[in-house]
């Protein structure tokens, strides 16, 4: 019995045709799965044939049966991997630049506000 949840493609429309693209995507998972030790090389084998003769969806259940879901998200670069250990303190930012960043912020409010000030005195 596959692990497949019934939304999955392969599960929920198995007379669908394997696009090219599909092919790479899950060539790419598998390519992965082989290079983390997940798969041997038998089962790679026989993985990677399965995919290239399949024609339909439900083809690849096989294929995708037991491997890790595919990322559908990019991680946001503030938490992305390699970034440290989780409790690691980051290294400190700069107190010059925020600083600086903060007076032309504040400079360039009280310019628009004057500017503001102008036009509507003018106008009345």
Not at 17 to 33: F, G, H, I, K
């Amino acid at each position: 019995m596959s692990e497949l949840p019934i939304s999955s493609p392969y599960r929920s429309t198995p007379d669908g045709p394997v696009t090219d693209s599909e092919r790479e995507q899950l060539s790419a998972r598998l390519n992965t799965a082989y290079a983390d030790g997940r798969l041997d090389a038998d089962d790679y084998q026989a993985r990677l044939d399965t995919l290239f003769a399949a024609s339909r969806l439900g083809q690849l259940v096989p294929v995708v049966d037991g491997l890790p879901p595919a990322t559908t998200y990019d991680s946001p670069a503030m938490v992305a991997p390699g970034s440290g250990t989780p409790g690691q303190l980051s290294e400190a930012r700069d107190a010059r630049r925020v600083s600086i960043g903060v007076i032309v912020a504040v400079v360039a409010a009280v310019v628009l506000v004057a500017i503001l000030l102008v036009v509507l005195l003018s106008l009345a």
